[in-house]
RNA sequence: GGCGGCGUAGCCAAGUGGCAAGGCGAGGGACUGCAAAUCCCUUAUUCCCCGGUUCGAAUCCGGGCGCCGCCUCCA
């Protein structure tokens, strides 16, 4: 497995049986929206796709619940920080739950790390990293010499750049906050500045290093983190550690509307959770998936409703595919066919995990199956190619729904429906033959008439979340 | 201005040195009572433009053009 890291600019080999990997994750001041889904499902069906491979993945992705912008928001509400924090933390993971995205391995919350915060800092200044001005704590940038060694970013245009707001307490203007001093009304904890709350950057070295050491094999987030986030971590964990702190550093590319970034400040973004009640879960996750990771993507109803297509086509064949009996051998060709394309979806997503090349792959497979339906191969094959396409899909979290079934009555029912309408039909009462067609669609049964007779498929509702 | 990235058919999108995956859409044909589903054919002699390297380039190199992200909180 190769991934390009965002440090090095190349590929770079998966060596370990154990992967760490930590995700940024998200500050709970509001709902998730839509772009802010991307990196959760991307590197959780990366973490799947190791998992499937035989290694063991330990995922870290942190909550971060104490923020000016949380602040901000208990403040407009009249409520403690804590309460909204608590509330939308229950909110992501219920969003996390709809996206089809499973809980990574741990959840820490940044106010939960306080105290090894302190000790963190506590050991930067101690290194003359870090100096105190007026219970503020600084990073001396100057202090790290390979700082801007992920950005690319050079100290001295960056520092005549001059869009840094200038804090005239900090020695210089690239540095950043470990501690800020306690204002009234804000959440404080105690430390040997004063009491205060931690500044940005620090909770995720903090929690990465405790929960999984250094270097973590993967630190992954969105490619607008970095800078400064991603840069200003590795300038803390580095210089208090004196070792690497990530080997391999992973980017998405951002979700756009437009071709615009989709941001919050921008106004131009849709809630997570509304778009899942509206396309469904398998619809979102095709349509990320279907895009490499870095690239970015944008973001359109029309996108939406094509990945809603495609995701029913599939379907169409794998519960027509699982309902035949087994009967037949599967031809040896066929058999070549589908380990060629398994073997190709595995080299896709080996390269880099380009999901898009491997969602191809699984298309091929739909359409080698229907080619050898087409001529005359046995049910075998076709079961053979949807158990395979299954198979590979699944840590991908795609196509893994059982056909909706209709249980009892409702299931003699449109049986006596079919066959009343195969009776309507031989006596060429065609106007109430179609009607009865019509109005099953209308409910989700959908006909499909072949040289066999005619069989059903329930469609449509079960593609929505929950 | 600096750093990073992108530009492949009507649209979406893989591929990064050896005949241009896949999806959606469109047109024609087969099947059907008509449809749907499915199959076959057509929809990129060509990968933003101009040069160069090479037996051979969408893929490498040089130079343009256009778009986006980061440089401030941001997945």
Request: charged share 25%; proline share 5%; aromatic share 8%.
């Amino acid at each position: 497995m190769q991934l390009y890291s965002t440090l090095s600019r190349r590929l770079e080999e998966l060596l370990t049986d154990t992967v760490r990997m930590y995700v940024c994750g998200p500050t709970v001041y509001d709902l998730i929206h839509i772009g802010n889904a991307r990196p959760f499902i991307v590197f959780d069906a990366l973490r799947r796709y190791l998992e499937s491979q035989g290694k063991k993945v330990i995922h870290v992705q942190n909550i971060t619940d104490v923020d000016d912008k949380i602040i901000n928001r208990a403040r407009e509400e009249g409520v403690p920080p804590s309460q909204v924090a608590a509330r939308y933390t229950e909110e992501y993971f219920r969003d996390l739950e709809g996206l089809g995205v499973n809980p990574p391995t741990h959840s820490p919350k940044a106010t939960e790390y306080v105290p090894k915060m302190v000790e963190f800092i506590e050991k930067l200044v101690e290194k003359g990293h870090a100096y105190v001005v007026e219970g503020d704590v600084y990073f001396s940038v100057a202090t790290f010499p390979e700082y801007g060694k992920l950005s690319g970013k050079v100290l001295e245009e960056l520092e005549a750049g001059a869009r840094i707001a200038v804090d005239e307490k900090k020695r210089d203007p690239l540095d950043f906050a470990l501690w800020k001093a306690g204002r009234p009304g804000e959440p404080k904890w105690p430390s040997p500045w004063g009491e205060g709350r931690p500044g940005w950057h620090t909770e995720c070295v903090v929690m990465a290093m405790d929960i999984l050491g250094v270097p973590l094999d993967i630190h992954a987030g969105g490619n607008d983190l970095i800078f400064p986030h991603h840069e200003n971590e590795i300038a803390q964990a580095e210089a208090a550690t004196g070792e690497e702190f990530a080997r391999i550093w992973l980017h998405n590319g951002m979700l756009t509307v437009r071709g615009e970034k989709m941001a919050k400040s921008l106004g131009n973004f849709s809630y997570a959770r509304d778009v899942v009640a509206e396309y469904g879960t398998e619809a979102v996750r095709y349509f990320y998936l279907s895009r490499a990771y870095r690239k970015p993507l944008d973001f359109s109803e029309a996108a939406l409703r094509e990945a809603k297509r495609a995701v029913e086509g599939v379907y169409g064949f794998l519960w027509e595919a699982e309902a035949l009996p087994e009967e037949g051998e599967i031809p040896e060709a066929f058999s070549l066919e589908l380990s060629s394309l398994e073997e190709k979806f595995h080299a896709r997503l080996s390269d880099d995990f380009d999901t898009a090349g491997a969602i191809g792959a699984l298309q091929e497979i739909v359409g080698a199956a229907h080619r050898l339906r087409q001529a005359g191969g046995g049910p075998t094959g076709l079961r053979a190619a949807a158990a395979l396409l299954r198979r590979l899909a699944q840590p991908l979290g795609l196509f893994q729904t059982a056909p909706p079934q209709a249980k009892g009555l409702a299931e003699e029912l449109i049986q006596l429906l079919v066959e009343l309408r195969a009776a309507l039909r031989r006596e060429r009462n065609f106007a109430l033959a179609d009607h009865i067609r019509t109005r099953l669609a209308e409910l989700g049964v959908e006909l499909r008439d072949g040289p066999e007779g005619t069989i059903w498929l329930l469609r449509g509702r079960n593609q929505k979340a929950g």
